[in-house]
């Protein structure tokens, strides 16, 4: 079904307006999507994205500030979040011995083998890409990074204008 259909909007006021309103409404479609999938895990999206960057690093630990720059979801709480996931005794936290401030933070094996039960959604996900080749895959991908590029470097320029 075409983003018109689905938005019941005849028209736009140009092919760059309608790309940015279906790259919104595709995000919140695949992230309803992925939400569907994990909650009866019962953790958050947020929470998925703690423990795959966890896992990635795993056994070593990995500061709070790391995570939070890592995130997907850029969220301003972190800490939290963290604390939740420890709670659910899928994460452990220690003290930085370099910078108190900070607080390690390492994936458990209860927090690995949750993200193994996990790992099938990855092949969901591929599903939902079916219907494009892996080359537009790499050409969606070039074209995503434009866009952030110039979101990032607008914020700059909005940024320094201002002082």
Known sequence: ??????????????????????ITFTSNYLGIGLKQRIEPFGITL???????ILRGQYPGFVSNTQIKERMIDKM?????????LEIKALVEKH??????RLV??????????LLKDLDSI????????KNISEEES???????????????SEGENNDTTRE
């Open 1 to 22: 079904m075409s983003l018109e259909q689905e938005i019941k909007q005849e028209k736009f006021p140009s092919q760059r307006i309608k790309a940015l309103v279906n």
């Open 46 to 52: 947020q929470q998925f994205n703690v423990l795959r």
């Open 76 to 84: 301003p709480d972190t800490s939290r979040l963290i604390d939740r």
């Open 95 to 100: 003290k930085c011995n370099h910078d108190k």
């Open 104 to 113: 390690d933070i390492r994936i458990t094996e209860k927090g690995l083998d």
């Open 122 to 129: 990855e092949e969901d996900f591929e599903n939902f890409m």
């Open 138 to 152: 790499g050409i969606l991908n070039s074209i995503l990074d434009k866009i952030r590029g110039s979101v990032i």
